[in-house]
Structure formats: C-alpha cells, structure tokens
T-cell receptor
C-alpha cells in the first residue's frame, strides 16, 4: 500500500534560520510527488511537482528535491509569512488519487 | 485564489440528516476530486470524477455519494450523518484526470454534526 510519512510533525524556527522538511514515501511506481502549503482555514495551495529522482524545483525561499525514497523541502532564511502546514503527496502510476502525508506544521518566529 | 469554489463554507446539522456540498472547478478543468480532512486522519481521498464520469474511488462511505454535472460542477451528498462525519471537506480540480498534473484545492466546507 502507498504510504507517505512526513517529519518532523512540527518545527519552530527563528526568522532567517534555514531548515529542511522530510517526506518519505513508499509507492508502487511513482507518477509524481507534490508539495502543498496549507494555511489555517484554507485549502492546500500547490507549490511543486517532482517526477523523477534527482529533480529539483525552486520558488522564492523554497527548494524541493527528490530521491527514490524521499523528498526534502528546504526553506532558506524563512520569514514569519512562511508559517503554515506543508503537505507532501504522492500519486502512483496505477491510480489517479493522491496519498497525502500528515504534514509538517512550520512556525517561524520574528 | 485557486479558482475552485466551494459552498457553503460552513454547515451545521444534526445526526441522521443529509447535506449536499457543492464545488465549481477551475475554468477549463475537467476533473474534480473530493477529500475529507479531519484532525486525526489528515487529508483522505474520497472520489474523483472526470468529465461527468466516476474515475476513481477512495475511502468513501456508502452513505456518501457524488456526481459531476454537464457544466462540470460537482456535488457531494452525505446522508445519515454521524458525529464522526464532522470534518473539513475539500474539492480539488485538475485539467485532466489521468496525468500527473497538480490538483488545485478550494477552501473547503466545514461540516459540524451536533
């Protein structure tokens, strides 16, 4: 069965303190790995899609990387507005639904 | 703004009742997905429709059903409601139903069962 595990569950950073979030996955043939950001009371907001090991995507202070077993979301010099829950999801080749991890709740203090 | 519209934003009802949640996908998107998000379960995939046809089914209870209409909006019907059905229900849409294109989410309907 496809599984997605995110760590840590929660992360508190000072403004400017860089760190990484981890997403470990088990899937029978990866079609795509997706990162989303979710703010309280809102729906998940799409950030990145990664398709194959070695791929990297960047957007502002965020950079996502992918290996055959895990993905990292690196946050460089975070700001308070980066505080949110970050969700990872995988889509397998043999089905159309996305399996989500439980998320990492990030808090960035000024 | 993702372009996906969900109504109502909040719904409060009692056990045993039936409710209908509505979703309008982004312009041009043919596929609609429904998810349930509760505190202890995270985001759980319920069902997918593509251009009016059911495409995939996840952990959807028999008391729940959905459909997608010719104008591509979708409705999720929840019946014989139980306390445990209290959750956020999200709709997402994508351009098509089979590729690895990202899904774009609405802001959800918060369902509270009293």
């Amino acid at each position: 069965e496809d599984q997605v595990t995110q760590s840590p569950e929660a992360l508190r950073l000072q403004e400017g303190e860089s760190s990484s979030l981890n997403c470990s996955y088990t899937v029978s043939g990866l079609r795509g790995l997706f990162w989303y950001r979710q703010d309280p009371g809102k729906g998940p907001e799409f950030l990145f899609t990664l398709y194959s090991a070695g791929e990297e995507k960047e957007k502002e202070r965020l950079k996502a990387t992918l290996t055959k077993k895990e993905s990292f979301l690196h946050i460089t010099a975070p700001k308070p507005e980066d505080s949110a829950t970050y969700l990872c999801a995988v889509q397998a080749r043999n089905n159309n639904d996305m399996r989500f991890g439980a998320g990492t709740r990030l808090t960035v203090k000024p | 703004d993702s372009g996906v519209t969900q109504t109502p934003k909040h719904l409060i009802t009692a056990t045993g009742q039936r409710v209908t949640l509505r979703c309008s996908p982004r312009s041009g998107d043919l596929s609609v997905y429904w998810y349930q998000q509760s505190l202890d379960q995270g985001l759980q995939f319920l069902i997918q429709y593509y251009n009016g046809e059911e495409r995939a089914k996840g952990n959807i209870l028999e008391r729940f059903s959905a459909q997608q209409f010719p104008d591509l909006h979708s409705e999720l019907n929840l019946s014989s409601l139980e306390l445990g059905d209290s959750a956020l229900y999200f709709c997402a849409s994508s351009a098509d139903g089979g590729s690895n294109q990202p899904q774009h989410f609405g802001d959800g309907t918060r369902l509270s069962i009293l």
